[in-house]
């Protein structure tokens, strides 16, 4: 990638942050300040740690806002879930579709919390190559 590429990613990274507080893949202006901190952290134990237990993850990256704006997505959305598509019949049928969208929750933060590192990595070199 260009560094004019680069370069205007960031902007649009620093443009998101003030302008959709409720989007939980946009680096939050804490993010952006502890762009050193976070870049020296581990992608691979950032997803691994998230994957077997959430908080461990977010007690890792030190970063719990987006991680919890999916998690009440999520609650909000099984809730909706239960309460329009429960059936007496096959309350099965329910708790399946539940599952599938906590299986997404769980994939959204773990892409989160390896996405935050990553992008604190690429800032990083585009501010030590400006």
Same mark, same amino acid.
Request: charged share 25%; net charge positive.
């Given at each position: 990638?260009?560094?004019?590429?680069?370069?205007?990613?960031?902007?649009?990274?620093?443009?998101?942050?003030?302008?959709?507080?409720?989007?939980?893949?946009?680096?939050?202006?804490?993010?952006?300040?502890?762009?050193?901190?976070?870049?020296?952290?581990?992608?691979?134990?950032?997803?691994?740690?998230?994957?077997?237990?959430?908080?461990?993850?977010?007690?890792?990256?030190?970063?719990?806002?987006?991680?919890?704006?999916?998690?009440?997505?999520?609650?909000?959305? /099984?809730? !909706? *879930?239960?309460?329009?598509?429960?059936?007496?019949?096959?309350?099965? =049928?329910? #708790? &399946?579709?539940?599952?599938?969208?906590?299986?997404?929750?769980? /994939?959204? !933060? *773990?892409?989160?919390?390896?996405?935050?590192?990553?992008?604190?990595? =690429?800032? #990083? &070199?585009?501010?030590?190559?400006?």
């Amino acid at each position: 990638m260009s560094r004019n590429t680069e370069k205007m990613a960031d902007d649009f990274n620093q443009n998101q942050t003030s302008d959709s507080p409720w989007n939980p893949f946009v680096p939050t202006k804490r993010d952006i300040s502890r762009t050193k901190e976070l870049s020296e952290k581990s992608p691979i134990v950032a997803g691994v740690l998230t994957f077997f237990f959430i908080p461990a993850g977010m007690i890792y990256l030190d970063r719990g806002v987006n991680n919890l704006k999916i998690l009440g997505y999520v609650f909000v959305t /099984v809730l !909706i *879930i239960c309460i329009f598509t429960y059936e007496k019949k096959d309350p099965l =049928k329910t #708790l &399946r579709m539940a599952n599938l969208v906590e299986l997404c929750g769980k /994939v959204a !933060i *773990i892409t989160e919390n390896v996405k935050a590192v990553t992008l604190a990595r =690429k800032r #990083l &070199r585009s501010k030590q190559s400006s």
